[in-house]
């Protein structure tokens, strides 16, 4: 919202200076977010006299003009604008000066053969207007040598602060002032609003409302205006705040909502047929915006219409066909009030984003439509003229008249502040709260201005604020008298340790939308009805992710089409496998694309990087489990992929079967299709909620790291074995034939065919003893060794190759 220091001073009679009032404005919670001159760009612009203007020998169309820009000399000017003329006063850019209509800073010229030393300037070009027929032209007697901005009065202060979602009545400037006022700054002036005559008597044109998303209509018609471009000081203020003027009608419909936080709409009247009101759209119905776009409309929308047609979108855009230009001669009024999340849920479905949107959807004043419409027929009269008919006005509305029971022993309660009744009461008072009662518990009327206030904290609020939050008493919090209690619980820790190992291993994180299209959610199982959104953000974003996997794949895709192939990515997040409670779970999820391995990815001179395969994909859940305190060595491996896993290159972590941890795998070519990827993708899943749960019960802490004197002893082993027989059931039985001795098991090789026959194998594991007391004889490693090949035939039916 921006407003200038001088439209302020309409409504607060304040001597505070500039920095005084942003000081206050952020201190009551209408942040600061900029303060600018408007004049300060413009500062370079001077006011000219032009002493000659000649013929330019080479050019028709151009004049050589011999200038006095008030530094004591005659400037040479090469000027193509028709009204350049000798005597004339105008706006003159010295050489050096950067001219904000045509971006560009202002040099030496030489044009056809004449010397420039600088511009004489159009409105355009100095964005004051969109006039760029010919230079400005000044009166005669301007002051030659002083500032443009100066002499035009654009040195206004611009002010631009944030209003919050809840604070509808701040963005006018009469709000702004009146909390300003509140807090000391000033007084809040009051100019009694009344009602404008209306000698034409009764009104043409009747009105109606549906009730539903617009509860009161207003309209006025005023015959007989004279529109055309509004006054310097009406132009000169929407400027100042960024908007464009159009035509004295529609700037004042602008210069209402700015002011009053009240918008309104002006109608062609010759343009209307029949009655004017609001009702919802009908199906199939479509209108052209004033932003020359034609929008369809449906049942949910609410719209201005006549007998015949859709007139305009209702509180966020009127249409073009009955517009106000500057041959309108009589004009319709319009002030509603419509229900501001009708306003929103409009806005998102059109995509459109207006000041009338933007304020209606924070609720505008519900007892402001009679007010608003009499405040913008008298400024029509007093700028356009014109014969005013009677207000017609359908239905009614009215502020919610909260009332509350405030003990005024709460604002020390909650914020400890040691304030008088007073006090209180006049800040309350201030701001436009009626109170009532002379005990410790007072009533209180909220305004109708002010929706957000319902319950007694809001009052307190009001006052914190208002008094100032740097008077709230500091208090130091109790010394805890022992070690403070766990403060994450497990699935918060959980997911932190998550994301550091997942870091570790150079993944980047991504976060996506929780919300996927219906077609990539059946992709992976979901697309439950149940798991649908009745109101969408997006045509894309309809259902509840039932996997990150659709998040992060959609991601690597735009990376592939930007150049980027190789990427790893993880995410930690929510997923949806049901609308019951237990059917959100938190995931951990990653996957590397291309050449993305955990050791870079990539083109190089020392070789050609292969690319992400399974193991890649394993090694990422393993080193997450690891992170967590699980050994993926004593988990369950099962050779079954998930349903988005390349069959027969994936598979599942358990630790039973009922409770499944995690998959990994590379994706299947139809996911790898869909997405638009080149492939290979590797991925891994993991359920955080699915780990188990730490133990409570103390038990014997064991050794961080127990080191032996002695040098450990490797001895290979090879085994023929059936085909199906996996490694990691060579690896735990080998591993249980000495728990004391052997300290690891490693498979090094594995061949087939041959001699072996189609239905076998040979597996070669590499085991490492480490004895702890005593050097190991070799007796000793012959028997380790015997019970190594037992456990191993025991456990997989193999025998020892020879």
């Not at 007139?311 to 319709?332: D, H, P, Q, R, Y």
Request: some cysteine.
């Amino acid at each position: 919202m921006k407003f200038t220091i001088e439209w302020l001073k309409d409504h607060l009679e304040t001597s505070a200076s500039t920095d005084e009032i942003v000081t206050a404005l952020t201190m009551i919670g209408l942040e600061v977010e900029e303060v600018f001159d408007t004049g300060a760009r413009l500062r370079d612009f001077v006011v000219a006299h032009v002493i000659s203007a000649e013929k330019h020998p080479n050019a028709d169309k151009l004049r050589v003009c011999k200038v006095d820009a008030g530094t004591g000399e005659v400037i040479d000017v090469v000027c193509g604008a028709p009204n350049a003329r000798t005597g004339m006063k105008a706006v003159f850019a010295p050489v050096g000066t950067y001219i904000p209509g045509s971006d560009f800073t202002l040099t030496k010229g030489n044009i056809r053969g004449q010397a420039s030393n600088g511009m004489l300037c159009s409105g355009r070009e100095l964005e004051i207007s969109e006039d760029h027929s010919g230079i400005i032209e000044l009166p005669e007697d301007a002051p030659v040598g002083t500032p443009y901005p100066d002499y035009a009065g654009l040195d206004a202060v611009v002010i631009d602060v944030a209003i919050t979602p809840n604070r509808g009545d701040c963005a006018g400037v009469r709000g702004i002032a009146r909390d300003l006022a509140a807090a000391g700054l000033g007084t809040l002036k009051d100019p009694a609003i009344r009602p404008v005559p209306s000698p034409a008597g009764p009104s043409p044109i009747e009105t109606f409302v549906d009730g539903e998303m617009c509860r009161m209509f207003a309209g006025r018609l005023v015959r007989g205006v004279k529109n055309g471009p509004s006054p310097d000081w009406l132009q000169a203020r929407l400027r100042a705040v960024g908007l464009r003027p159009i035509n004295a009608l529609v700037d004042i419909t602008n210069f209402v909502s700015l002011d009053r936080a009240r918008p309104l709409h002006v109608f062609d009247a010759d343009t209307l047929k029949g009655a004017v009101g609001a009702r919802r759209a009908r199906a199939g119905e479509s209108f052209l915006a004033l932003d020359g776009k034609t929008y369809d409309l449906d049942e949910t929308m609410c719209v201005i219409a006549d007998d015949e047609k859709v007139l305009g979108l209702g509180g966020i855009m009127g249409g073009e066909a009955t517009g106000s230009t500057e041959e309108t001669t009589n004009v319709f009024i319009e002030c509603a009030w419509f229900e501001p999340n009708a306003i929103a849920a409009a806005g998102r479905k059109t995509g459109i984003n207006s000041d009338a949107r933007y304020r209606f959807e924070r609720t505008v004043d519900p007892e402001s439509v009679k007010p608003g419409i009499e405040i913008a027929t008298q400024m029509v009269l007093d700028l356009c003229g014109g014969e005013v008919f009677e207000p017609a006005i359908a239905g009614d509305v009215h502020g919610p008249e909260t009332v509350i029971d405030f003990p005024l022993s709460e604002v020390e309660r909650l914020t400890g502040l040691k304030l008088s009744a007073v006090e209180i009461k006049g800040v309350l008072s201030r701001l436009g709260f009626w109170v009532s009662g002379s005990g410790e518990t007072v009533k209180v009327a909220v305004p109708s201005w002010r929706p957000d206030v319902s319950i007694k904290a809001d009052l307190v609020e009001e006052v914190m604020r208002i008094v100032g939050v740097d008077r709230v008493p500091v208090t130091p919090l109790p010394r805890l008298s022992g070690v403070a209690p766990r403060m994450l619980t497990p699935i918060q820790n959980r997911r932190r340790i998550a994301r550091r190992a997942l870091a570790a291993r150079g993944m980047a994180e991504a976060i996506t939308w929780s919300f996927i299209s219906g077609e990539q959610a059946a992709l992976f199982g979901g697309g439950q009805p149940s798991l649908r959104l009745d109101n969408a953000i997006a045509s894309d974003m309809t259902d509840m992710r039932p996997t990150l996997l659709a998040g992060l794949l959609s991601g690597a895709a735009r990376n592939a089409k930007r150049g980027k192939a190789d990427v790893a990515l993880f995410e930690v997040g929510q997923v949806f496998l049901s609308d019951a409670p237990d059917g959100q779970r938190t995931h951990a999820t990653g996957i590397r694309t291309g050449t993305a391995a955990h050791g870079g990815g990539g083109r190089h001179w020392q070789g050609k990087t292969a690319p992400v395969g399974v193991y890649e994909a394993k090694a990422d859940l393993a080193a997450v489990l690891d992170a967590l305190g699980i050994d993926i060595d004593k988990t369950q491996l099962v050779a079954e992929p998930a349903d988005w896993s390349h069959p027969g290159r994936g598979g599942r972590v358990q630790l039973g079967p009922k409770v499944i941890l995690g998959w990994f795998g590379e994706l299947h070519p139809r996911l790898v299709e869909a997405f638009d990827l080149a492939g290979p993708v590797a991925a891994f899943v993991l359920d955080l909620d699915a780990l188990p749960e730490p133990r409570r019960k103390a038990t014997r802490a064991k050794p961080a790291l127990a080191l032996s004197p002695l040098m450990a002893v490797r001895r290979d082993f090879a085994f023929v074995l059936d085909r199906t027989v996996e490694a990691a059931g060579v690896i735990r039985a080998a591993k249980g034939a000495d728990k004391s001795l052997i300290a690891d098991v490693s498979v090094f090789d594995v061949f087939e065919g041959g001699a072996l026959g189609a239905d076998a194998k040979s597996m070669a594991i590499e085991v490492t003893l480490q004895p702890r007391e005593r050097t190991l004889t070799d007796e000793d490693i012959e028997a380790v060794g015997a019970k190594i090949v037992a456990a191993v035939e025991k456990a997989t039916g193999g025998r020892l190759r020879a």
